[in-house]
């Protein structure tokens, strides 16, 4: 998703692909109901993932060419805390239907429809159509090491609590309302923290700004680890 999207943006621009990549994972939400099977969940899984990472690539390469380097940090904080925050109610949802029935499914379909709404009535200028030059692994270390070090440790930490957190919860007991509390705190943990952290990041260096998050993160981790052992 994220190496096809840039030339889908480059061909008919931001809209039209943000518009057509929602309606492929509002659709594929759907078909999770409809075809309750190991492989037709592997390939929806992986299409999903493909139309959400070019969601994502079209959002913030958008509010990157509004935002200067002054603000930067300050617009891309609220982006996430908006982006971060709804992920964390997202699993407050599953108290308001049996994870086994369709309604969820259902639900996520709606909420993708509707993101449709604002980007195709926005009068926002829509960024310049321009082809886009691939760029190696790297060669993007070269240019910026500690952001590429620190996307893949985001990568690795936050895959981990999505992917295992909730069968972990499962395993130690707890009900379905609290397996969506214990999935939900540490995303809106995450959400409070964008606001300072990009305030931050405007006002310091911001790779000290990312080294010094990282550390506490790690600190409060063994904390937890020997809390819990």
């Known amino acids: 998703g994220s190496r096809i999207t840039p030339t889908m943006i480059s061909h008919v621009g931001h809209v039209r692909v943000f518009a057509a990549l929602a309606s492929v994972v509002s659709a594929v939400a759907l078909l999770h109901s409809l075809y309750v099977t190991?492989?037709?969940?592997?390939?929806m899984r992986v299409t999903t993932g493909i139309g959400l990472s070019g969601l994502y690539i079209v959002v913030e390469s958008w509010l990157n060419e509004q935002a200067g380097n002054q603000e930067r940090g300050k617009i891309l904080s609220i982006y996430m805390v908006?982006?971060?925050?709804?992920?964390?109610?997202?699993?407050?949802?599953?108290?308001?239907?049996?994870?086994d029935s369709f309604e969820l499914f259902s639900l996520v379909s709606v909420l993708f429809?509707?993101?449709l709404?604002?980007?195709?009535?926005?009068i926002s200028p829509i960024p310049a159509f321009e082809t886009s030059r691939a760029i190696r692994i790297l060669e993007l270390?070269?240019?910026?090491p500690l952001g590429v070090i620190g996307s893949f440790a985001t990568g690795f930490s936050a895959g981990s609590l999505m992917g295992v957190g909730a069968v972990c919860a499962k395993n130690a007991g707890l009900s379905v309302a609290e397996i969506s509390l214990f999935m939900s705190a540490a995303l809106w943990g995450g959400a409070i923290c964008q606001w300072p952290i990009g305030v931050l990041s405007d006002r310091f260096d911001r790779r000290f700004v990312m080294t010094a998050v990282t550390f506490l993160a790690g600190a409060v981790s063994l904390v937890c680890a020997a809390v819990v052992s």
Not at 117 to 122: A, D, E, H, V
Request: hydrophobic share 55%; proline share 8%.
């Open 141 to 144: 270390y070269r240019a910026a």
């Open 113 to 115: 429809s509707l993101a």
């Open 117 to 122: 709404i604002p980007i195709l009535l926005t």
């Open 38 to 43: 190991a492989g037709g969940w592997l390939l």
């Open 82 to 99: 908006i982006s971060v925050g709804c992920m964390a109610s997202g699993p407050l949802l599953m108290n308001i239907a049996s994870p």
